[in-house]
């Protein structure tokens, strides 16, 4: 029977919370109970307080915010946590052991920072370059589109060189 117009609407059904969203992050086990599109940039920085990772263009041109996801380099401000979950993310907090990572280690042999703002989302390009490359050429280092505003692209370059030499050092 059709619904008069005074007859009381049935109340809408009450919207469950967002199922807590589960990811590792620097070898740790996190779980995210907010909004899914929340970007992971933001669970980093303000609920991990993993500042490091840092904010610049907000629109995937600047590279600042680069993580690894699975190994892979990955604007943080432009993955939503509900595509981040069940994926390892690696921030410049996670990347040393024991000892430095040789590609931090390159970065302070090169004197490679100037202001030093852009320098962790560098880092983690370069790491995940010279696991695909560990002999990188011209060619290679031109992929690197991660923006400096200082102009540190020649100390980066000579950075990413040294690195690699390092990363082919027997252990
Ligand atoms: S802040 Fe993510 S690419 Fe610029
Ligand atoms: S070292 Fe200053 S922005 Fe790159």
């Given at each position: 029977m059709p619904r008069t117009t005074d007859e009381p609407a049935s109340p809408a059904p009450a919207r469950l919370p967002p199922e807590p969203l589960p990811i590792t992050i620097n070898g740790k086990p996190y779980y995210h109970d907010g909004d899914p599109a929340m970007p992971l940039l933001w669970f980093l920085r303000d609920r991990l307080r993993l500042t490091g990772t840092r904010y610049g263009c907000d629109d995937r041109s600047c590279g600042a915010c680069t993580v690894l996801v699975d190994g892979k380099a990955t604007p943080a401000c432009s993955l939503a946590m509900s595509d981040a979950a069940m994926h390892e993310v690696t921030t410049i907090e996670g990347l040393a052991?024991?000892?430095?990572?040789?590609?931090?280690?390159?970065?302070?042999?090169?004197?490679?920072?100037?202001?030093?703002?852009?320098?962790?989302?560098?880092?983690?390009?370069?790491?995940?370059?010279?696991?695909?490359?560990?002999?990188?050429?011209?060619?290679?280092?031109?992929?690197?589109?991660?923006?400096?505003?200082?102009?540190?692209?020649?100390?980066?370059?000579k950075a990413v060189l040294r690195a690699a030499e390092l990363l082919r050092e027997p252990k």
């Open positions: 052991g024991e000892a430095l990572h040789p590609v931090q280690q390159a970065w302070i042999e090169a004197d490679a920072v100037l202001c030093g703002y852009c320098q962790t989302g560098q880092i983690m390009a370069a790491v995940d370059l010279l696991k695909r490359k560990p002999r990188p050429r011209e060619e290679d280092l031109a992929t690197l589109s991660n923006l400096c505003r200082c102009g540190a692209y020649p100390r980066i370059r």
